[in-house]
């Protein structure tokens, strides 16, 4: 079975501060996608990224980028420079590349950045 | 370009009664999920549609529980003699699958249906 473990309840920085989100996750699969969703106070989750398991590849998007590590299972996500825009919980999720391909999410990290 | 839309946005309703919710993919996405977010938790799987067909769906998904996509568009997902654990935030998310089956685009979310059952 698939499991995602967001070890992070919540996170509260100041403004300007870097932050790491932790993940870590459990498949038999030897294939799989990792994704990176944001849920702002509105509700609505927003795709940041998808990540096949063959492409061990760190990732950088403007002030955010990713770590996945194959051997430790960890796909880690950070935010530089945060914003008080970046305050919302974040998922962090799993699923298996063919089939139904359903996500299993994490608990989520709840992030606030403080003015 | 719209993205995924759901209706109503909220919902209140007592006990006992049904209750019925849409969904609207974006528009050329064919794969189509539920999913059920109680607070402080992640989104749990409920069920999935390859154009009209309900290829698979949670054990989470009790008999009280239908969902339906007659012509490969919208969705709806209806609850039928709500429970107070029926409680929670419904989200509906699309992908496009381009090989038959086999490998599925990233899903997008919709803004959820938050039931309240009182």
């Known amino acids: 079975a698939q499991k995602v473990t967001q070890a992070q309840t919540e996170i509260s920085v100041v403004e300007k501060e870097d932050v790491t989100l932790d993940c870590v996750y459990e498949?038999?699969?030897?294939?799989?996608?990792l994704f990176w969703y944001k849920q702002p106070p509105s509700g609505e989750l927003v795709f940041l990224i998808r990540?096949?398991?063959?492409?061990?590849q760190n990732e950088i998007s403007g002030r955010y980028s990713w770590n996945f590590q194959k051997s430790t299972s960890s796909f880690n996500f950070t935010i530089t420079a945060s914003q008080v825009v970046d305050s919302a919980v974040y998922f962090c999720?799993?699923?298996?590349?063919?089939?139904?391909?359903?996500?299993?999410f994490g608990q989520g990290t709840r992030l606030t950045i403080n003015p | 370009d719209t993205g995924v839309s759901q209706d109503p946005r909220h919902k209140i309703t007592k006990r006992g009664q049904n209750v019925t919710f849409r969904c609207d993919p974006i528009?050329?996405?064919?794969?189509l999920y539920w999913y059920r977010q109680t607070l402080g938790q992640g989104p749990e799987f409920l069920t999935y549609f390859q154009n009209e067909a309900q290829l698979e769906k949670s054990r989470l998904l009790s008999d009280r529980f239908s969902a339906e996509r007659p012509k490969g568009s919208f969705s709806t997902l209806e609850i039928q003699r709500t429970e107070q654990g029926d409680s929670a935030m419904y989200l509906c998310a699309s992908s496009l699958d381009l090989t038959s089956g086999m490998f599925s685009d990233t899903q997008y979310f919709g803004p959820g249906t938050r039931l309240t059952v009182l």
């Open positions: 999720a799993l699923s298996e590349v063919q089939g139904a391909q359903k996500l299993v």
């Open positions: 528009s050329e996405h064919n794969r």
């Open positions: 990540r096949n398991s063959f492409d061990e």
């Open positions: 498949t038999r699969d030897t294939t799989y996608y």
